[in-house]
């Protein structure tokens, strides 16, 4: 049998334990199904004394993890660290530099310095893998990267957040606010005291950059993305996507288009009868088309120790099946040298179905002003809903529209012009329509 | 860069003629992504001169299958031809005998002779790559080969076999039967003119047989699999599946418990909210179930020229990217001679829920009567519905039950009892449950 394969932990918070745990608990299966042994040699956290559930001692301990990066006792550099500079970024260039082999978890990294992490790897000849940085425990980095092999990638979406896909969920399963799920969520550890980050699309954003840039082979731009989050839906947007038949979700979607390609963060309708629709909680789902191989749909856990761990492993035992000399593949799918620059395409350019909600004084005149913008920016109706505002009578009447295929620029001017026509109580509400299967 | 891989090919219809095309067509993009060519230096079919609307004249033409797989012009041979025996068997063996790498899509052959061409290519040191025979272009052999290292499987199961899923898809949504739908399916290409390997389950077992090797690693058992296919599925068992929050899948179900492992194909009532309930027409889906993962859903083509195609290209791009000396994992994700002996758990130890229609007489005593055979046999009853048997009256009543979970000894001593009772009019309809998330 081949020499045993030696990792090193860096960050040892709950995945980091759950990895170490595994990795002892399954070794003689990992073992089995690597042809060698994988064992930890070394770890490296803050605190040296926290009792993490898992007996670390035989592991070398550094409290430095560039110090570990580059010493003689591993092969394999694994970063559970976390945020996009500081000890994570110099720890993982300084093992690829070493000639070690490096799995991730993180996707601030990647999204800020994941092109010239991968060209040192590449130039090393060393793995740089990172299943976990995106949608948890889904084997999505694999499935583009080595799986579709071949295919060219028209459109990857995804419910990438599960904070975000929890609330949702809720607020459509029990009626209640943003805000009172919000709070709920972070009661019970779903979301982060300060739920910035999730609420908004920017870890949707991150992690979405990444599969751009293994879609379409492209230079990582995490900067360059359209972004909405999810704290203004409320219930009459969730109850209206009902009716229609249509379910809210926050998606993080990349797109070719003829004017380059779209990365966009927002709410999206997408179909009551869809696969992604039934994905609840803080599951994920990940959604792919391509030209020969159709609509792949890959769903499952997004986040958590274990399920990130699982990713982590599968990352750990392909390293360990790989043998010194071997060549894999490139880090994002294409040599980091060769990835293209980032042509964005224009958000107004975007072109799709739309839900717009309007809150308008009821007083004659106001539907037609309202179906006269909308044919004046030739936008198509596919259906029109009126009704009473609830509880507030006869004083302010909601108008629901559902575009056909239209462009972002032509429903912008459309509501701007409605907003200018003075018949609006309330802010106007705009939710893209995704196809989807 | 490294030498050019030499692909053969051999069995050249509609997915053999698709992998030349797409190897041709994405050329350049499959080079930068594997780092070295790959190009079609032979091929072999029946018939030289049949036009495949690919130009095939730069591949030396073999007649023989066998010669091609012995052949010096070849690195990897792909199996396309189709059976357990024949040219398949003797290629794809003469082929790993001479030290190729082979990829097949051939879920039969696997499934008879999986593990002895496993071990042949093991003691070879070569890959034996076979995405494409379960699920078409789903990635579940490389998810559960590489992805899951160190996860333990605990449920496996899926809807595999596309032409039942269509026909059990537009049963529900147009209301028309199972013969008239199967008839329909025929004339579209989507059933074939013997439809009894599809229809009957042995399709869908054989791609269990494999998932449930690489899920528990044991040896193959193709032939231990409980078997029902879906010709007795009629429009009553739908609506009433509806009616209770279900729908009607034929699943392959591999399962371990504490007598063994369950392998079963059967139709299934899976939740409606539940994504694989979503997954409609000739879409696969597989679920798996692990210790350290949690659940994880992949969805997609099952079958088709270029969705095949893509899995075989998928399997290819990994023989490039790897080197002479390089070891790959296992072919079942254990080494072959390290399965273990398939302990089959006995059907009548299921553990599950139970959907059960009864047709019976109209009369007195007949509902106390099926009341007292599930008490009598330890069934808890989740749910009854009792009506009329449309257009016949009082003559007549459908009874439904839906019960709690049960074994699958109960449910039959159960139904026995009530046949023998002399109340039913017709042949019971027994459809198990299956959690699904």
Redesign the interface.
Known sequence: M?EALRVGIAGLGTVGASVAR??RD?AA??T????RDVIVTAVSARDQKRDRGVDLSSAKWFDDPVKMAQAAEIDVFVELIGGDEGPARSSVKAALEAGRHVVTANKALLAKHGVALAEIAEKKGVLLNY?AAVAG???VI??MR???????VTRVFGILNGTCNYILTRMEAEGISFDACLKDAQRLGYAEADPTFDIEGQDTAHKLSILTSLAF?TRIAANDIYMEGISNITQADIRAAGDLGYRIKLLGVAQRTESGIEQRVHPTMVPT???I???HGV?NAVAIE?D??????????GA?G??T???V??D???IA???P??????VF???AK?LKPYKKAQMRSHAGGYFIRLTVHDRIGVFAAIAKRMADNDISLESIVQHAVNGEAAAQKTVILVTHETTEAAVRKAVDGITKDGHLTDKPQVIRIERA?
């Open positions: 081949a595994v990795l399954k299966e990992l089995r199904q690597c042809g299943e425990g889904i084997p694999k499935t080595e799986a579709m092999a071949g295919n060219s082979g009868a869809s696969v629709a039934q994905v599951t391509t020969i191989l159709g609509e792949l749909l890959l769903s499952g856990p958590g274990n399920a761990a699982s990713a492993i599968g750990i035992a392909d099946k790989s043998r000399g071997f060549q894999h593949g490139p799918g294409r040599p060769e299967g």
